[in-house]
């Protein structure tokens, strides 16, 4: 069982940063990927970031790339989600999710079915 913890969200104005952590329990955390979505009310968690077991590898959904940053601290069982440029359109409750993996990669990781273990989110609110 992994446990999965997030913080940092907050009310921030447009252009504005955050800094999205993402702390987990277990002796295992560079087994799993790690994920980070999103979701508003009345709509679908979307995918918003990924890294794999290392940290090597990112994706990004389109929306967040050259803005957003995912990066994980293995010895700190740690994941972060650095949000610059924020626009009132991310605006949402921020997911961390672990996926166990048996390769160092991304592949499907946009796919919210391959992550085992969620957190309870964290609200980010962006004004414009």
């Known amino acids: 069982q992994v446990q999965v913890v997030e913080s940092g969200g907050g009310l921030v104005q447009a252009g504005g940063s955050l800094r999205l952590s993402c702390a987990t329990s277990g002796r295992t955390f560079s087994s799993y990927a790690m994920g980070w979505f999103r979701q508003t009310p009345g709509k679908e968690r979307e995918f918003v970031a990924g890294?794999?077991?290392?940290?090597?590898?990112?994706t990004y959904a389109d929306s967040v790339k050259g803005r957003f940053t995912i990066s994980r601290d293995n010895a700190k069982n740690s994941v972060f989600l650095q949000m610059n440029s924020l626009k009132p359109e991310d605006t949402a409750v921020y997911y961390c999710?672990?996926?166990?993996?048996?390769?160092?990669?991304?592949?499907?990781?946009?796919?919210?079915?391959?992550?085992?273990?969620w957190g309870q989110g964290t609200q980010v609110s962006v004004s414009s």
């Open positions: 999710a672990a996926g166990y993996s048996d390769y160092d990669t991304v592949s499907r990781r946009r796919n919210i079915d391959t992550y085992d273990y």
């Open positions: 890294i794999s077991r290392s940290g090597s590898r990112t």
